[in-house]
């Protein structure tokens, strides 16, 4: 059974990296509008794929929440009723929860097949739980842990449709990706206490830079999620300018970017410890290289005008490095030994 769980939080991991992947290609092509409406797309199961699909039609069955497009503003069907041949305004709402009232097919698909990504991910999550509920006796963290990655990610589907009703409001998709981080954190947790693992004693001085880098991280990612705000709304002052977005940047922008050289020093001041105590910690040499990644798309986005993909790739190697990083902590401050495990090898994820 813990050999069941372990598996079913690696897979639940993979999914949530492919959700922020998804999350990032919508915020790289400007597809969070795509859809005006949550949980559904356009008030559809499977969202429509040209104009003509969201026009008034006489005689036609509409169903509550189905939406129309009328003189550029979108209006929402009361309740289920079929028209007649002319179109009763008194049968629509017309659109009040924000200012976003167009129609673009690219972009209502690939913000759909992000929302299908997430419902998708929720079903490994669901059995993960269910599983640990057969575990509450001998391991009620792994449970515990379980019901909390289940309310972070009914709390961060709420949030998504928040940030639909908003029109993308910068500080809810800021809330919306440090929870993806909190959901990472939990699900690494599962992984690492339901399988084996042998412990290597560190000196303390490596468990302080760690959990400094770490820290780091986070703050780093937060400023982050400000920077982009800015361009953001200097894509819709200036357009698509690209060598203009920085032109005048915020504190927060020179903030993010003097942080990240005390980053990457202290992650190579963890990386010298490691190769001094000879820890063979090579997941630090992972790090190093995701923390050179980060900062190559960092500096190719500043210098070079956002080229195409930088931007998610930013985003994404963040999440990685800081899923690197978190799983380190867990193997280095966590000091209680486990009990034995037999059930499978423990050599699937290696130091």
């Known amino acids: 059974m813990l050999q069941r769980f372990n598996k079913l939080a690696k897979i639940s991991l993979v999914c949530v990296y492919f959700i922020i992947i998804a999350g990032a290609v919508v915020r790289m092509t400007g597809s969070g509008m795509g859809c005006p409406d949550w949980p559904k797309c356009f008030g559809y199961y499977i969202p429509p794929t040209e104009v003509a699909d969201i026009q008034f039609k006489p005689e036609h069955q509409y169903k509550s929440g189905y939406v129309i497009q009328i003189e550029d503003t979108f209006y929402f069907a009361k309740e289920d009723f079929t028209s007649t041949n002319k179109l009763n305004i008194n049968n629509w709402n017309k659109n009040t929860k924000h200012s976003y009232n167009t129609f673009n097919p690219t972009h209502t698909w690939i913000e759909y097949i992000n929302r299908l990504f997430t419902a998708f991910a929720g079903f490994p999550m669901l059995i993960l739980l269910f599983v640990s509920f057969r575990l509450w006796k001998s391991k009620k963290h792994l449970t515990i842990t379980s019901i909390l990655i289940i309310l972070g990610m009914g709390f961060e589907a709420w949030l998504g449709k928040t940030v639909v009703d908003s029109n993308l409001l910068p500080y809810k998709i800021t809330i919306h990706m440090m929870g993806s981080f909190i959901i990472i954190a939990l699900l690494l947790y599962s992984v690492y206490k339901s399988q084996e693992h042998k412990f290597t004693k560190v000196p303390p001085v490596f468990k302080y830079v760690l959990i400094s880098s770490i820290l780091l991280t986070f703050l780093q990612v937060f400023l982050g999620t400000q920077v982009r705000q800015f361009v953001d709304e200097q ?117």
């Open 235 to 351: 894509v819709i002052a200036i357009g698509y300018e690209k060598h203009l977005w920085l032109q005048n940047p915020n504190t927060q922008f020179y903030i993010h970017r003097t942080l990240s050289i005390l980053v990457v020093l202290i992650n190579i001041w963890l990386f010298i410890i490691n190769k001094k105590q000879g820890l063979n910690f090579t997941l630090i040499n992972y790090i190093i290289i995701v923390l050179g990644l980060e900062v190559i798309t960092g500096m190719a986005m500043y210098y070079f005008d956002f080229p195409f993909t930088t931007q998610p790739l930013h985003l994404v190697l963040s999440a990685i490095l800081f899923g690197l990083q978190f799983y380190l902590v867990l193997k280095t401050i966590v000091v209680k030994a486990p009990n034995p495990i037999n059930e499978f090898n423990t050599s699937s994820i290696s130091s």
